[in-house]
């Protein structure tokens, strides 16, 4: 069971550049989420999708796209990337749950992108 | 969750000893609190969770303790080992707001000195 994959996990762009980023869930979770992390900051969420052909803005959305077209990929684009969008992305999954236990994130290993 | 800052909090014990980590929280409609934890180049691993309706909730090694008066939540692990040496964060979740309801903290940057 791989649970939360990423790839690539090493990226550097040059400014204007683009790139995706994807995430790959064998899970079966309808939930699936795209965050950035900071030095010194807590996760940011940019995008999320509470299912297939779904998705919805986050905290830090600006500079991003998603798209979900299957149940257990979620890919982050970068159109134009620039040295601001240098971070450590990490996508995650859960199932959906209601009030019951299950709302666990599961959270892949991360995706390190440097933009010149 | 916490106030962002600059500087992630540092708590250093010794191997062996018990530590606390701790974590205010915003929202008192939260309904779960989890704890992670994340090792130098790794996504955050779950460690344990808590209802809004309890107190207190044990696992293995790790305590959750919730205290909803304050609004603070603590974490402590006991017997602290080399491999406990990470940055452990809480997160809090609004079930009622659907997907968008995951809140982190900054994170408490623990080291074990041997």
């Known amino acids: 069971n791989a649970g939360v994959t990423q790839t690539p996990k090493f990226r550097v762009l040059k400014t204007g550049q683009s790139m995706t980023l994807l995430c790959a869930q064998d899970?079966?979770?309808?939930?699936m989420y795209w965050y950035r992390q900071d030095p010194g900051m807590g996760l940011r969420l940019i995008h999320y999708?509470?299912?297939?052909?779904?998705?919805a803005k986050g905290e830090v959305p600006d500079g991003y796209n998603v798209s979900r077209l299957k149940k257990q990929n979620f890919l982050l684009g970068l159109e134009s990337a620039a040295p601001s969008q240098t971070s450590v992305y990490f996508c995650?999954?859960?199932?959906?749950?209601?009030?019951?236990?299950?709302?666990?994130?599961?959270f892949g290993e991360g995706s390190w992108l440097t933009v010149v | 969750g916490e106030s962002v800052g600059l500087h992630l909090p540092t708590l250093s014990v010794q191997e062996g000893d018990n530590s606390i980590i701790n974590c205010a929280y915003s929202?008192?409609?939260?309904?779960?609190f989890i704890w992670y934890k994340q090792e130098s180049g790794k996504g955050p691993q779950f460690i344990i969770d808590?209802?809004?309706?309890?107190d207190k909730r044990q696992g293995q090694r790790v305590t959750v303790l919730l205290n909803k008066t304050v609004k603070h939540l603590s974490l402590q692990i006991a017997a602290t080992q080399p491999g406990d040496s990470a940055v452990y964060f809480c997160?809090?979740?609004?079930?009622?707001?659907?997907?968008?309801?995951?809140?982190f903290g900054t994170g408490t940057r623990l080291t074990v000195i041997p």
């Open positions: 995650a999954s859960r199932s959906w749950s209601g009030k019951s236990s299950g709302n666990t994130i599961y």
């Open positions: 899970m079966n979770h309808e939930y």
């Open positions: 999708s509470v299912g297939e052909g779904t998705t």
């Open positions: 929202n008192s409609a939260s309904d779960y």
């Open positions: 808590i209802r809004s309706n309890m």
């Open positions: 997160a809090e979740i609004l079930l009622q707001t659907g997907a968008n309801n995951l809140f």
